[in-house]
């Protein structure tokens, strides 16, 4: 039986408390039964011993489930099986009078016992229709009683037409009183089964609108993001120039040296705040779908080389080394988007090492389907990460450290945009980190992206 049945199932918890609860009603009715059979066999005392014992059993079985439901851990299984076997007792014992009255009590009786078989089958498939399982064992007896009132000769009864009478009524009242109830159930049922089916609409359609509305919002702020950025970017550019022009004529006039750094003060900030403008820039072209795919033959070499040299990878004393697999000199990717991610990932190793080494490897792999993949790793000796900021260090606007903020700067983007471009050629980046023996960041992606296979999505 427990392999047939799930007593740790949530469902049978249902129809054993559905079972249990209505013990009362059916006692009520099983009286109505039992005054019938009264009438039909013309001895109230078999029929006030036949109800005494389905009263002792009925107790007995929500006994049983009580103990079933207020148990808990493995003894359930062992109470949940007696509690079967309780119920299926007591509708064994409800079905026996089914037989005798098929057998002693002639016509009316065989009209009584079909009618208490088809009550016994209705009761068990309205209180017991969460469990298939524990339904089909309970209703088995009267399933058989009413298959076996076949094979029983027809006899005349002892009961005369009036007590005949009396006792179908009887029966009837009580099949009907159970198929009221079923009817009265399952409307319940059917009300709250479309009042469910109409909030569910409401709520999808109210989560539509407020999607709808999110992406409105998002794609406000990504174009506001964009033009700013582009507002921001010109004036930049000029404070850039001018700053480097006006340090070159103080360098050519040889005046105070000081003056000359504080135009180089004046253009590395400037160009500080550029970078992270294009960062934010390429945040929200992503976001907002706005960057498509440049595909064409990269020389990988001479791509690091151009990273490194518009890179200060050498501030903090570092120093570079670069290697390149003789099988991974080419690609064909997009070269914008392979180089935004080697110089996020190389500004993110000179920020966090100082009076280190910075190496900048490619290689070529090939996994079990056969497809090449370009991978691409900037390994530092810096301060590493420790394990349990791993997690958010590809978040927009995070950082490993929130500390670090105050003595490295910058906003927390160089990696998420990295993350992004990566996902957008079919690529990611994985990172290897031990807190204070540096870290190693990974980009892999396919050494030869087709258009017509669509990249990983960007948008994290």
């Not at 014992?93 to 002693?104: D, E, P, V």
Request: with cysteine; proline share 3%.
């Amino acid at each position: 039986m427990r392999a047939v049945i799930n007593f740790q199932d949530p469902s049978m918890f249902a129809a054993a408390r559905a079972h249990v609860s209505s013990w009362r009603w059916r006692l009520g009715i099983g009286a109505l039964f039992a005054l019938g059979a009264s009438f039909v066999l013309d001895n109230f005392a078999a029929g006030f011993g036949w109800f005494l014992a389905v009263t002792l059993s009925t107790g007995f079985d929500a006994m049983l489930g009580h103990s079933y439901l207020n148990t808990r851990g493995r003894e359930r299984r062992t109470t949940g099986a007696l509690f079967v076997w309780g119920c299926a007792f007591t509708i064994a014992i409800f079905s026996a009078m089914t037989l005798y009255l098929a057998y002693a009590g002639g016509g009316p009786g065989r009209i009584l016992s079909a009618l208490m078989a088809a009550s016994a089958l209705v009761s068990v498939m309205l209180f017991l229709f969460q469990a298939p399982a524990f339904m089909a064992i309970t209703a088995a007896p009267a399933m058989l009683c009413l298959l076996g009132m076949s094979f029983i000769p027809f006899s005349a009864g002892p009961a005369d037409a009036l007590e005949g009478g009396l006792g179908v009524a009887a029966g009837a009242a009580g099949f009907l009183a159970y198929v009221l109830r079923a009817a009265l159930y399952n409307g319940r049922m059917m009300r709250g089964l479309r009042d469910a089916t109409r909030q569910a609409k409401e709520r999808a359609t109210e989560a539509e609108v407020k999607r709808e509305e999110a992406e409105a919002a998002n794609r406000a702020k990504s174009d506001f993001l964009t033009v700013m950025t582009h507002e921001l970017r010109t004036p930049l550019n000029a404070v850039i120039g001018y700053a480097e022009i006006i340090g070159e004529d103080l360098q050519a006039d040889g005046v105070r040296a000081d003056l000359v750094e504080d135009t180089q003060r004046i253009t590395g900030s400037a160009r500080h705040l550029l970078g992270l403008i294009d960062q934010i820039l390429h945040m929200t072209s992503m976001d907002a779908g706005h960057e498509g795919l440049a595909l064409r033959d990269v020389n990988v070499r001479a791509l690091i080389e151009e990273v490194l040299s518009g890179v200060d990878a050498q501030a903090n004393r570092n120093r570079i080394a670069m290697r390149v697999a003789p099988d991974a000199e080419f690609a064909h990717t997009d070269a914008a988007k392979v180089g935004a991610c080697l110089a996020a990932l190389l500004s993110n190793a000179t920020k966090f090492t100082s009076n280190g080494l910075i190496a900048v490897t490619a290689e070529r792999e090939r996994d079990v389907t056969d497809q090449e993949w370009l991978v691409l790793s900037v390994s530092d000796t810096g301060c590493g990460i420790a394990r349990e900021n791993l997690a958010k260090i590809f978040q927009p606007f995070s950082q490993a450290d929130e500390s670090t903020t105050r003595t490295t700067g910058g906003m927390g983007l160089g990696l998420a945009v990295a993350q992004r471009a990566a996902r957008a050629i079919g690529g990611d980046i994985s990172v290897k980190s031990e807190l204070g023996a540096g870290s190693t960041f990974t980009l892999r992606a396919p050494k030869r992206l087709e258009a017509a296979k669509p990249p990983i999505a960007a948008a994290a």
